[in-house]
């Protein structure tokens, strides 16, 4: 007669019992208990609620989305001839002029005059005599650009011009408008100097300069198109007399 195996049991049952409720309660607590010793077992991470951000610290990044504020208050009323983009650069040809004394007494004279037509024609900071329109350089193409512009200028030498014809002058979008000096000698020679910016700005895919270009020195500005109120009765006394010597001015190669 066979005899069933016999199976080990702990002795109660109660101690069955007792183990079942301690795994229930360190499931609830958080504490295993392998072997004798007890450790605390790793918990799953509580769901965080994130804070919100100060209004002050947002404040500090404005959305690069909407771009720079456009304030034309904060530059003498001008208006952007075309919308700032990141990355892009506005670029301007110019031939810079020194002002001498006799050229700024000259100025002292014609200004106060022409103001009495257009009050709010303002006196240019600097001068310059412009060799291109305003172009919108991307930033990786300003080098290459510069070096293109020197190698196609480096064959010029300096020359005289004069100017001494008081002209009146609007931007394309008739957003200012400008008293000048137009060149009334050395033309030639700024026509040869723009030939060579056009081929480059031709390079780049960029707009070439005026056809038919009445080359200038900018004396004073306003905001708007001002040309009836400047031309005309005014445009006639602004004329510089016969008896006036005007100094001529050097364009550099």
């Known amino acids: 007669m066979s005899v069933a195996p016999l199976v080990g049991y702990s002795s109660s049952g109660s101690e069955d019992e007792g183990e079942a409720e301690a795994e229930a309660a360190s499931a609830t607590t958080g504490w295993i208990r392998p072997g004798n010793g007890r450790r605390r077992r790793s918990q799953s991470p509580l769901p965080c609620e994130k804070l919100p951000v100060p209004e002050s610290v947002l404040n500090m990044f404005p959305s690069t989305a909407e771009g720079p504020e456009d304030d034309c208050t904060k530059h003498g009323g001008r208006i952007r001839t075309f919308p700032h983009e990141r990355g892009n650069w506005a670029t301007h040809i110019y031939i810079p002029y020194e002002a001498r004394e006799e050229f700024l007494d000259l100025l002292d004279v014609l200004l106060p005059h022409a103001q009495t037509y257009e009050p709010r024609l303002v006196r240019m900071e600097e001068f310059h005599l412009s060799l291109s329109q305003s172009v919108v350089l991307r930033h990786h193409w300003i080098l290459p650009f510069v070096q293109a512009l020197k190698d196609h200028m480096t064959s010029f030498q300096k020359f005289f011009f004069t100017a001494n014809q008081v002209k009146i002058y609007t931007n394309q979008e ?24 056009d081929r480059v700005m031709e390079e780049f895919g960029l707009a070439t300069f005026y056809q038919d270009p009445s080359f200038h020195v900018s004396l004073a500005w306003c905001v708007g198109d001002a040309h009836l109120q400047l031309e005309g009765q005014c445009l006639q006394e602004l004329q510089i007399p016969p008896n006036v010597t005007v100094p001529s001015l050097l364009a550099a190669g």
């Open 174 to 197: 008739k957003t200012r408008t400008f008293i000048g000096f137009e060149v009334t000698s050395g033309h030639a020679q700024f026509l040869e100097l723009v030939s060579e910016v």
